[in-house]
C-alpha cells in the first residue's frame, strides 16, 4: 500500500509509492559518458588553466599559491576560485524592487588528483582530509562580514548536475539564510537518532556518527548521516568525532555505489555559522528527474520504501 | 552583474548568474530519443491495453467507457486511470509515526490521437478542448470528499521527467494541501499583473490573459500564465476566459519551442479547490539540472535574465 509519509520536523511530504518503480518508459536510460582526463584543467600539470589556489593541501601542510609564482604542484586537494561565479566576493547592494547583488563566495574543491578518484573509492586518510578541507573552508569563509550561510555540496555525474568530471565538491557562500535551513533551527535531531537507532531505517552506527534511510525520504535510496553529538558546523566538531563522519560517509558512498552501480548523486551538509542546527549531510542518489508534480506541490514521489533501503545498504 | 532576487510572495530566492551559462561541460548533450508509436498504448486503436476509460471525448460529446462493453474508440482526448498511480481511490487512514494513506486520484489525460501532437503543436480548437477536460476532472474529483489539493501537470521529455512519448497530461489529487500551494493563499497576483504589464518582462497581453517572465524566475525562460480576473480554479472561469488561458498557453509553448528547438519542460497549475488563491500556470523549459546547491538550499540558480527571457520569447 502506497503511504503519505511527513518528515520528521519539516512540513514536507513524500509518497512512498513501491508500485511506481515497475512502470515502462519510452526513453533510453543510457548513462552518460564522461570524458577522460586529456585537457582536464584540474588534473595534476594543469594548475595554470585555473586561477591561483586559495589553498593547497599536501601532506601535514596548506597554503595558497603565491600571486606572480608558478602554481604549486603535487598537492592532495587543491581549492580554487570557481571560474563562473554564481556569487562573486562584494559588498552587499540591496537594490530596488527585491533584488541584490549576489554577494558571496565560490569555490572549487579538487578532492584529488586522481582524475577518477571520488570519495567512494577513497581510503580512509582520504575521506578524512577531503573533511578537514570542508573544515577549513568553512572556518575562513565565515568570518566574511556579509556571509550568512555556506552551503557545502557534491554533484557526482552529468545527471546530478556536475559539469566536469574531475572529482570537485563545491562551496557557496550567500549573504542570506535560505529558508529551507532557516527552518531547520532548533530542530532536536537527538530525537530522530534515538528513535531510528533500532529502527529498519539504520544503516551504520559508529562511535560518534550515525547513518539512516529517514523516515520521509524525499529520493530513493536518500541517506542522512548525522554526528550524534549537536554541533552547528564542521568547525565545532572534535578532530575524531570529524574523522568519524567522514569515515561513515564514505562508506555509505561506497555501499550505494556497489548496491547501485555506482549512480549519480548530490550531496550537501546542513549546517550554519551561528544558528541553532544540527548538522548532517544528506546524501541523495539522482535515479529520476523532479518533474511537474513536484515543482508544483514539492511533494516528492518514492518508489523504494526507506526501510527496503536501509536493509538493501546494510547488507550489500 | 549577478543578482540575488526574491520572488514577489515568497521567501524564495533565486541567483540570476548571467556567466553560468558560459561554462564548458565534459559531458554529451544529447537529447534523449523517443520511441516511435508502434506498442504506443495510448494510440487509437490500443484502447484496451489501458483500463476504461473514465471520459473520452468526440465532437461536441463525452462519456466514460461501460464496463463489460468495448472501449469507445473515435475520441480526440481520453481519460484513464494511471496503471502505476501514486495514490490511490480509497478512505484516508492516519497511521502511527506521521504516515496516512496515500489516498486521493491519478490519471492520465491522453490529450490527442496524434503520437506527436503536443499542446505547443495544437490548433485553436485543441487546445480549448484539452482545457474544457482539465476543468471538467477538476470539477469532477473535487467532489471526492477526502481530496484536498488536485495538481494537473504536464512532462514533456525524458528530461522533463516523462516517462512515455504520447502526448498527455496527469492529474494528482491530494488528501493534503501541499505548504507550497498552501502558503499562495492570499496573494494579490493582481498587483503582479498590474506591475509587470509595462514591465520588460511581459511576454503576451491579452483581452482576459497575461503571460510573464516572473522576476525571480527559478528556471531559465520560466513562464507564468495568469488569468487577470481572480478566480481559484478552471471551474470558476468563464469559458470565455477559459478559452483566452488556453491560447495563450499554447502560444507561450509554440514561441518556446521555436526559440529552444522544441525543449523539454513541465508545467503546473496552482490552483485551490476552495482557498484564497488565484490561479495561474507555471512553464518552466528542463534545461539544466537540479544540483546538490538548490537540494541543500533551495536557492536556484538561473543563467538568463527573465527580461531578456521574456524579449526572445516576445520577438521569435
Known sequence: MNELRRDYFLDRWVIIAVDRAKRPSDFV???????????CSFCPGQESKT???KASYFDGDH???????PPQTGWTVRVIPNMYPAVRQEEVHIRRDMGMTASGVHEVVVESPGHDHHPQFMADDEIRRLFRVYRDRFAEIAGIPYVRYISVFRNYG???GASLAHPHSQIIALPI????I???RGFDYGLVIEDEADSPRLILDSKHTVAIAPFASCFTYEAWVIPKRKCRNLTEMTDEERDDFALVTRDVLARLSKLLSDPPYNYAFVQSIDDDIHIHLRIC?????EAGFELNTGVHINSVTPENAAKSLREV
Do not use: C, I, T, W
Request: hydrophobic fraction near 15%.
Open 177 to 180: 539564510v535560505p529558508r529551507d
Open 63 to 69: 597554503g595558497p599559491d603565491e600571486p606572480g609564482k
Open 285 to 289: 542518489p539522482k535515479l529520476g528527474v
Open 29 to 39: 536510460h543510457a548513462r552518460e559518458p564522461a570524458s577522460g582526463s586529456q585537457d
Open 51 to 53: 586561477p591561483p589556489s
Open 158 to 160: 552529468k545527471e546530478a
Open 182 to 184: 532557516d527552518e531547520q
